[in-house]
């Protein structure tokens, strides 16, 4: 089991940035590959973004693409979520995750895909 902390979370103004952190423990992280999703109030817990464990591949919700970059650096456990060009719709609890299975080189991208989340950290967009 990896243990999951998210940080970086925010009030910003639309169109501004942030970036959130999630440093991971246990001896799996290197080996897992890593998501990111978010549940805004009222609605469903979705898809935002993921990275294999070998960083050579990503996938992204079509309402981020080209304005959110996930990344990785396995020397410290963690994956970030860079937000550029935020809306007030991104307005959500961000919840990292890390996939149940080594995931090399394809990216999970269901929720069932993943056995270990996070507590989430909010982020506020305001128009």
């Known amino acids: 089991q990896v243990q999951l902390v998210e940080s970086g979370g925010g009030l910003v103004e639309a169109g501004g940035s942030l970036r959130l952190s999630c440093t991971a423990s246990g001896r799996t992280f290197s080996s897992s590959g890593m998501g990111w999703f978010r549940q805004a109030p009222g609605k469903d817990r979705e898809f935002v973004a993921a990275i294999s464990a070998s960083t050579s591949s990503t996938a992204y919700a079509d309402s981020v693409k080209g304005r959110f970059t996930i990344s990785r650096d396995n020397a410290k456990n963690t994956v970030y979520l860079q937000m550029n060009s935020l809306k007030a719709e991104d307005t959500a609890v961000y919840y990292c995750?890390?996939?149940?299975?080594?995931?090399?080189?394809?990216?999970?991208?269901?929720?069932?895909?993943?056995?270990?989340w996070g507590q989430g950290t909010q982020v506020t967009v305001s128009s």
């Open positions: 995750a890390a996939s149940k299975y080594a995931y090399v080189v394809a990216t999970p991208t269901r929720p069932s895909d993943f056995g270990s």
